[in-house]
């Protein structure tokens, strides 16, 4: 069976070359071939040896999720749905800015956390996806953007933020994160690069050790009991717990602050009380808040708060000293807002068969 060249790093891919007798340089010609250009056919790669050529062409290939739909929202922001067999698809989503390009990528095929607010969650989950799935989706954006009349990445930032729990996912993820950050690849910083997690304490420890990029936690509630509710996860690696791994990866992260994602929900998290619980319970953890207005779904049960009692909320985070804004939402005409993405999942039941709480640590 042919080796699909897309699930390699660059060291991978170096050991690779060398299983098949091939010098160390042609895995950084091949890696810049298929990231920085794009391309995925062996007898366009001009500067390989023929012979190398043919024996690629055998051995190996270069295969990204293929592309089902593309979708574009009013306000530019596009949307892929990639499908990654047996009638299971994933969305990656393009939000364009005025000084940046991000890329939203997911790492799962739905997701084991059932976060109670998230469409994702309700999708139900099959399995991780693989390196190629997770970089592939990088690939196809790339392809689509292409770049800027100066001859840069219209892709400039990327989160891992789609479907899924990306540490639950972690070596695929850190495999990608690699070649995000590979000057051969995409030569993205590390600055620019954000995993967002929801909690999964003792593999932020690990991500700190092993690929430290910018860290983003899915707070969403400023106690255990209501954060029990909304992030289940919870339960295993209460807020007290999940703080002290936060000041631990700061120690080792490419900034110096983690930033806490807070869904506004109406009449659950978003009064008064709750934003002073808040400041009390990170006063010690260097941070920013992302505010961010509920994306309703079907038989969601929440509903979005309201824009007076958002910048009430801002406000006294504000007034605490800590910085907080409110996140735009872009894209919700195509279903590519935060929290709606869905993609496409069977075999749903999956989900309890996982044992992700005990796997992660």
């Keep these: ?55 690629l062409v055998v051995m190996a290939s270069v295969e990204p999720p293929r592309l089902i739909k ?27 800015e005025d000084e940046r390009g991000t890329l939203c990528i997911s790492s799962q095929v739905g997701c084991a956390l059932e976060c109670s607010f998230c469409s994702t969650a ?18 196809w954006a790339n392809k689509a953007m292409g770049r800027d009349p100066k001859g840069d990445r219209i892709i400039s930032n990327v989160v891992m933020m789609g479907m899924g729990e990306p540490l ?8 990608a994160l690699n070649i995000m950050l590979d000057d051969h690849a995409y030569g993205l910083s ?20 092993a690929c430290p990029v910018a860290l983003a936690v899915s707070l969403h509630a400023p106690n255990d009991a209501l954060r029990d ?68 779904f079907p038989m969601s049960g929440y509903n979005r708060s309201r824009p007076e009692a958002v910048r009430r909320f801002r406000d006294e985070l504000a007034h605490a000293g800590l910085i907080a804004t409110t996140r735009k939402t872009r894209g919700d005409d195509i279903d590519a807002a935060c929290g709606q993405l869905a993609g496409q999942v069977q075999d749903k039941t999956r989900r309890t068969q996982i044992r992700i709480m005990e796997s992660a640590a």
């Design 122 to 139: 309700r999708q139900g989950f099959n399995r991780n996806l693989s390196v190629a799935e997770i970089i592939g989706q990088l690939w």
């Design 70 to 96: 593309e979708q574009l929202s009013d306000d530019g922001t596009r949307k892929w749905l990639l499908d990654v067999g047996a009638g299971n698809g994933v969305e990656t989503v393009f939000i364009p």
């Design 168 to 175: 639950a996912n972690f070596d695929n993820v850190v495999t």
């Design 1 to 55: 069976m042919a080796v699909n060249l897309l699930d390699f790093d660059l060291a991978q891919l170096t050991a690779f070359f060398a299983e098949i007798g091939e010098k160390p340089f042609r895995a950084k010609q091949v890696l810049r071939w298929m990231h920085h250009f794009g391309e995925s056919d062996f007898n366009r790669m001009s500067d390989l040896a023929k012979s190398l050529r043919e024996k």
């Design 190 to 209: 590390r600055r620019r690069v954000t995993v967002s997690t929801s909690g999964l304490v003792p593999v932020m420890d690990r991500l700190r050790d």
């Design 229 to 296: 509710v909304l992030v289940p996860i919870n339960k295993k690696y209460p807020l007290a717990e999940l703080m002290a791994a936060c000041r631990r990866y700061i120690e080792k992260a490419p900034r110096d602050f983690v930033t806490f994602e807070y869904v506004m929900l109406d009449g659950v998290n978003d009064s008064l009380a709750h934003a002073r619980e808040l400041i009390a319970l990170v006063r010690d953890v260097p941070c920013k808040f992302n505010l961010i207005p509920f994306n309703p």
